[in-house]
């Protein structure tokens, strides 16, 4: 084992001597900026030292490939993601603890924009990154080609919601101070020619040739041909398509793979109809648009980007849930006793014999007994969709119900319960093994 785990960290000293050589010269680049253009001296010192500890420590342990001084990550940080992420409580703990992030990153919004603090969780997370692939099997996950491109997606992702939010608050205190936004203030026609083109073309030029060198690079993800006999453990979908399939966990295939998605698609073809907030038009705000805000990075980064990462980082065979730490055991196996709300209502709550129609009965008297024994998730379907919105209308959202008035607002409080009934339905699998709410199998109808 000594001498497997040898060869390994033989096999990556190379790239990781060379990945804290990279984040050095961006810290150099970045201090000397600071530098020259800010004439920030404190703050230039500080990430020159940064520097030249990635390049006069970690590069070179880095490269020794010796156990004992190459840089791990610690042992207790390792052990307490395990305890965290793996097992039958590790999607709960992703779950909630993305949801709680999303939340202070939005209150302390003011602070994280800062470019010092947003230089510091960039190195920080990259450093992270370096230190975690020592460990076999975290590289075999971060590492595997089909894999390299949501490493990078998160970075982006995080980069580009920075960029806005930044730029959102900068508008806001400007608006506040009765300023032009940054947008207005700067604006100037464009040409498209030669301006646009000539910057698409260039940029056009830099993605090929960055192309070439990732499929020089990077051995494509090809595999054996597909077999009935033989299939992959776990049977992953393309990356794009992951939110999907752990959508599948949750709901019957015809509401994971149909309703959801065209709901999805109608909503956003919706969004200019049942908007009537005529600020923030051409300029990043949040503070005039709250609202749109927050749905719009609950519903992507919640319930797209999260469930991305969930199924590529975290599921593994069996589709169970692994820490990025822990070995993929084909043997592990965890009991799942899901149940649907018709049976714990008459087997575990009436300690009665779930109703079922006589076979070969008539197709009313079916209806009949289906009606009786799902009569509970029948009646909070129907309160959560056609009760709850004429509720919210009269009180948490009176205003936007004033202002939209009844078809627009119906739509609109609609669309958000489908929204959220995903993760209403992933807290109640996680945490009382809740299948369906409403189990049809009869008609195929399950939610």
């Known amino acids: 084992m000594h001498g497997n785990s040898q060869v390994f960290l033989e096999g990556i000293s190379g790239f990781l001597g060379w990945y804290y050589v990279s984040l050095a010269a961006m810290n150099l680049i970045a201090a000397y900026w600071l530098w020259r253009a800010r004439h920030l001296v404190g703050q230039a010192i500080f990430w020159l030292v940064v520097a030249l500890f990635y390049m006069g420590y970690l590069a070179p342990m880095a490269t020794s490939a010796d156990p004992e001084w190459m840089p791990q990550m610690p042992a207790l940080i390792r ?17 909630v603890g993305s949801m709680v992030l999303l939340i202070v990153l ?5 602070f994280f924009v800062r470019g010092q603090v947003a230089w510091g969780m960039l190195n920080l997370s990259l450093l992270a990154l370096g230190l975690s692939m020592t460990d076999y099997n975290f590289y075999t996950i971060a590492a595997k080609p089909d894999n390299v491109p949501i490493v990078g997606l998160i970075f982006l992702i995080a980069f580009f919601t920075w960029l806005a939010t930044s730029r959102a608050v900068e508008n806001d205190d ?29 940029c056009m030029v830099a993605l090929t040739a960055f192309l070439l060198l990732w499929g020089i690079g990077l051995e494509a993800p090809l595999e054996e041909p597909a077999s009935s006999v033989k299939t992959p453990n776990p049977s992953k979908a ?8 752990e959508m599948l966990v949750y709901f019957d295939p015809w509401m994971a793979g149909v309703v959801m998605p065209s709901m999805i698609v109608v909503g956003l073809m919706a969004i200019p109809y049942l908007d009537f907030n005529p600020k923030g038009m051409g300029y990043y705000t949040i503070a005039e648009r709250k609202f749109s805000y927050l749905t719009y990075q609950f519903g992507f980064l919640l319930l797209w980007i ?3 990462v969930l199924g590529t980082f975290l599921r593994g065979p069996n589709w169970n849930i692994y820490s990025p730490y822990e070995l993929w055991d084909v043997h592990k196996v965890e009991a799942l006793n899901n149940v649907d709300l018709s ?53 948490v959202f009176r205003k936007y119900y004033a202002k939209m008035g ?11 319960l489908f929204m959220l009934l995903l993760p209403i339905k992933m807290v109640l699998r996680w945490t ?3 299948k369906y709410i409403v189990s049809i199998p009869e008609y195929f109808l399950n939610l």
């Open 106 to 110: 939005y209150l302390g919004r003011r």
């Open 79 to 95: 052990n307490l993601v395990n305890v965290s992420l793996g097992g039958s409580t590790g999607a709960v703990t992703y779950s």
């Open 238 to 245: 393309p990356w794009y398509f992951l939110g999907l399939q």
């Open 343 to 395: 049976q714990y209502f008459w087997i575990s709550g009436m300690n009665m014999a779930m109703p079922r129609a006589p076979n070969g009965s008539s197709v009313p008297i079916q209806l009949f007994y289906i009606a009786q024994r799902e009569w509970l998730g029948i009646v909070l379907v129907l309160a959560y969709f056609v009760v709850l919105p004429p509720f919210l209308a009269i009180t």
């Open 406 to 416: 009844f078809v627009r607002f119906m739509v609109m409080s609609n669309l958000l």
């Open 306 to 308: 999260v469930l991305i």
């Open 432 to 434: 009382v093994n809740l």
């Open 174 to 202: 400007r608006i506040a101070r009765g300023e032009p936004t940054l947008e207005h203030e700067g604006s100037e026609k464009v040409l498209v020619w030669p301006d646009l083109v000539y910057t698409e073309l260039i």
